[in-house]
């Protein structure tokens, strides 16, 4: 394969670009007058913008499946077979509740406290690295 050294965007391909690395700057003084400058930070209110944008969708994603599992995989039937079940046996209904009550709050606890370390994380590398700016107090 030959390469050419012709023009791509008005550069030749063996000139050096100058990065943040290539500069040979170690004294590091200077080190924020050398990253790309067309870069736009987000302001809080395009980044609500964006998760309420992505929530949305979700939320109408769920409601999609909600509704194919309900109506045209049998859901309505199961939920009326389970219903039936229950109101013919109350008491092992009550048991089968209690038991996965007790599975399922441990799991919900840890994954909780999970999520909220998570949140609490990026919130705070959100405003560690300037995102929320002094406004958003």
Known sequence: MVQSNK???GRAKDTET???ASTGNNNGNNSENNFDKSF???NAE???????HVLHKLWLQGRRVVDLVMSELGGNELLDAVTTW???H???AICV???????LLPLLIIFGFGIATMVITFTGILVLEG???YNCA
């Open 90 to 92: 109350p008491d092992i």
């Open 40 to 42: 736009k930070s987000l």
């Open 86 to 88: 229950c109101v013919q």
């Open 97 to 103: 509740l209690a038991a996965s009550l007790v599975f």
């Open 18 to 20: 100058r990065t943040h």
């Open 131 to 133: 995102i929320c700016n």
């Open 7 to 9: 023009p791509n965007n």
């Open 46 to 52: 395009q980044v609500l913008d964006g998760l309420f």
